[in-house]
């Protein structure tokens, strides 16, 4: 599931504008997404070029999820969301 969480990281952070959505220190946007949303980290890696952590955050239940981007100047920043999140299965297969 590593591998295929940091394509499917990579593919959304190539893909989305830099900043998409609201910025905020980085502690306080996540204890937001624990409360509001009730989502928890379940994947991080370090962008192209070490500038910024990708974090994806999701609800147990695949309610929400959330990709976020921190800076190195401590704000996070939404870059995209949404629902019906689904966990990698290794009975999947590989893509074709």
Known sequence: MGKLLALALAVVAWSAPARAGPCLPWAELTA????DFAEQRIGLG??????EALELWARDD????????????????????????????PLWGAPS
């Open 62 to 89: 695949g309610g929400t999820w959330t990709l976020v981007a921190t800076r190195p100047d401590g704000f996070a920043c939404v870059l995209k969301s949404g629902k019906d999140w689904l966990p990698a299965s």
């Open 46 to 51: 370090v962008a192209a070029g070490g500038h």
């Open 32 to 35: 937001k997404l624990q409360a």
